[in-house]
């Protein structure tokens, strides 16, 4: 039934025999040379030239004032949400359909997510459903803080992510959630390279946290960032992601419960040499999407693209088919040929440590999660090299 369109993704990758990831990793510039002197400089843990180079270049990129080199994605959100006081029996504002790691660290530190539905346009948390949802559950109580009036908690955060790299609406989720005293932290794991309004996601909360996990656009097989324009969260992240050790030539004295959150010398070279590729891999995705979006058009089948006044970096191509039995047709039809496709996740207040969370209307997540395959969408790039710039260190 969909042979057409795994013939058309077979083509795009040049391979009309072997399997298809979903996203692989392409190691194509300085990875080995930046690895090998990493190791030959004997600093390969959380301290070395690499870190300090990554966490620079982090700040090129996005045009954050800071930025804090973590382990992964999921320890940059828990540090985050520390950093804005969430703790036990609190809430934090977020969607349903996000990757697991973003309720978990909302779970980390004891609070309770609180769902709200999304855009079906772009997949982020909609801003008109949040301003719904506080104008009717929200309350600002004497001390300036915002409660939840049905539970009584405080809702101490708001956690929008930018699903598969498409930008939310996000200067309308900052705007309402100020009005309630709600910082925001964006889960821009999936959206390095995204921009909106000519900004860089992560920008525009307090904080900003990114995943550089091995299926991500630029990888380093584990790792995460931090950023923000505040010098002060910024001095604070950094000394809690270090197990809160305070400086001293050779005493032991950690001042705070902290976490061993740095990320080690050895990812960030192999991260400094994918930064160093990073427009040509996004230049690749974009002409990929372009292709499916045109294919696609012709099948009448919806390719999810950049809304007006977005700027996609496209990490996973994404369709949206008619209803759940089309959808589990195609899963199997695709995957029984060894082209990958997945599924959205399971929304998060359908899995079961989350179904005693206060969950708003959801209809247009239920309706997206029923509906949304990605399909293959590595970078490709031909020719062995891409000629990357030279980074001193």
């Not at 510039?29 to 002197?37: H, I, P, S």
């Not at 809304?307 to 990490?315: I, T, V």
Request: hydrophobic share 40%.
């Amino acid at each position: 039934m969909f042979e057409d369109i795994i013939s058309f993704i077979r083509e795009q990758f040049g391979d009309t025999d072997n399997f298809i990831p979903l996203h692989e990793p392409k190691f194509l510039g300085n990875e080995r040379k930046y690895v090998l002197d990493a190791i030959d400089s004997t600093f390969v843990s959380s301290v070395g030239a690499y870190v300090d180079r990554f966490e620079s270049m982090m700040c090129e990129i996005t045009g954050a004032s800071f930025a804090v080199a973590t382990v992964n994605g999921t320890s940059a959100l828990h540090a985050a949400l520390q950093l804005m006081g969430v703790t036990r029996s609190d809430e934090v504002i977020t969607q349903p359909l996000t990757f697991v790691a973003t309720a978990n660290a909302i779970r980390y530190t004891g609070a309770h997510p609180v769902f709200v539905d999304v855009d079906r346009e772009n997949l982020g948390l909609s801003a008109t459903k949040l301003e719904e949802f506080l104008s009717q559950n929200a309350e600002i109580d004497d001390a300036g803080s915002c409660v939840n009036k049905t539970t009584r908690k405080y809702i101490k955060a708001c956690v929008p992510m930018h699903t598969f790299g498409f930008p939310a609406n996000i200067d309308e989720i900052v705007r309402i959630c100020d009005q309630y005293h709600i910082p925001v932290i964006e889960d821009a794991a999936e959206s390095l390279g995204s921009f909106y309004k000519g900004c860089h996601t992560g920008t525009f909360g307090k904080l900003g946290i990114f995943s550089f996990n091995g299926n991500k656009t630029v990888t380093c097989g584990g790792g995460g960032a931090i950023i923000t324009n505040d010098p002060e969260l910024a001095k604070q992240a950094k000394h809690i992601t270090t197990t809160a050790k305070v400086p001293h030539r050779w005493e032991y004295v950690h001042d705070a419960v902290g976490y061993n959150y740095r990320m080690p010398n050895l990812n960030a070279a192999l991260a400094c040499a994918q930064l160093e590729q990073l427009d040509r891999f996004l230049e690749s995705k974009t002409r990929l999407a372009k292709a499916y979006e045109t294919f696609f058009n012709d099948k009448n089948i919806r390719f999810v693209t950049e809304q007006p006044e977005s700027k996609a970096n496209y990490w996973l191509n994404t369709i949206v088919l008619p209803d759940l039995d089309l959808r589990n047709r195609f899963l199997q039809e695709t995957n029984d040929q060894r082209v990958m496709t997945r599924p959205a996740w399971r929304l998060m207040n359908q899995l079961e440590m989350f179904r005693d969370c206060q969950a708003d209307d959801l209809s247009n997540a239920e309706y997206l999660a029923e509906r949304i395959v990605n399909i293959p969408s590595s970078v490709r790039i031909t020719g062995d090299a891409i000629n990357p710039k030279k980074v001193p260190v």
